[in-house]
């Protein structure tokens, strides 16, 4: 019911900063939260941050203070930027929407590489 489409990965150097992009599109209203996961190589998918129909926002441990969700409502669209990035930030990132009723949604990803 719901599509979601990511933009804005690519490689980016450690100490720069990053802005992902998540278009929604289908039947997005009466959403719980909407928001980003990430899955480095070899590990598990962990959720980086979000943010419910309220505005308000929670994020990781790893990118406490460095990353910002955030949202166009008027363009139904979700962002994620992450400043001050590190390889650690390296992974698949997807974005995911959860309904206030029914399974989660995801987005197919896009992935984002940190190096110099």
């Known amino acids: 019911q719901v599509q979601l489409v990511e933009s804005g990965g690519g490689l980016v150097q450690p100490g720069g900063s990053l802005i992902l992009s998540c278009a929604a599109s289908g039947r997005t209203e009466n959403y719980n939260t909407i928001g980003w996961f990430r899955q480095p190589p070899g590990k598990v998918r962990d959720l980086v941050g979000y943010?419910?129909?309220?505005?308000?926002?929670g994020y990781a441990d790893s990118v406490k203070d460095r990353a910002t969700v955030s949202r166009d409502e008027t363009k139904n669209t979700v962002f994620l930027q992450i400043n001050s990035l590190n390889v650690e930030d390296t992974g698949v990132y997807y974005c995911y929407l959860d309904p206030a009723v029914g399974p989660r949604n995801w987005g197919q990803g896009t992935q984002v590489t940190v190096s110099s």
């Open positions: 943010i419910n129909g309220n505005g308000r926002t």
